[in-house]
């Protein structure tokens, strides 16, 4: 599986180089007050589990844009994978991975400048 994710590289670098480009964990907060945990990590589903090789994510530099990333590669082709899961978060399927990028220093930033995701 492979997720392409283009960007403005007026404001925005693809995070390369460190541990955490991709990351395999993400976390979330219930938003319930009663609840005594309410923050908790999601792992991912395809990194080295269900027969997938480690995330890999990589950042293409074009002449107009950017590109980040994410692949998923399973070990082998008779590998099942896995199913996304809807159980108990209300249709929001599963966490893949996270590709992570830093805000440009030295550019002027408004709130009209967009991040230019796509």
Do not use: W
């Not at 392409?4 to 319930?32: M, Q």
């Not at 009663?34 to 890999?56: F, W």
């Not at 996270?98 to 930033?109: C, Q």
Request: hydrophobic share 40%; charged share 15%.
């Amino acid at each position: 599986m492979t997720i392409p994710v283009t960007f403005n590289r007026e404001f925005l670098t693809a995070r390369e180089g460190d541990a955490n480009f991709p990351s395999s964990i993400t976390d979330a907060v219930i938003n319930n007050a009663d609840v005594p945990e309410p923050y908790y990590k999601i792992p991912s589903a395809t990194h080295n589990t269900n027969g997938y090789r480690g995330l890999i994510a990589t950042a293409l530099i074009g002449l107009n844009e950017q590109v980040a990333v994410l692949n998923a590669t399973l070990e082998n082709a008779s590998s099942p994978g896995f199913y996304p899961s809807d159980e108990g978060q209300e249709g929001r399927g599963s966490f893949v991975g996270m590709l992570r990028f830093n805000i440009r220093r030295g550019v002027n930033i408004t709130d009209a400048s967009l991040a230019g995701f796509a």
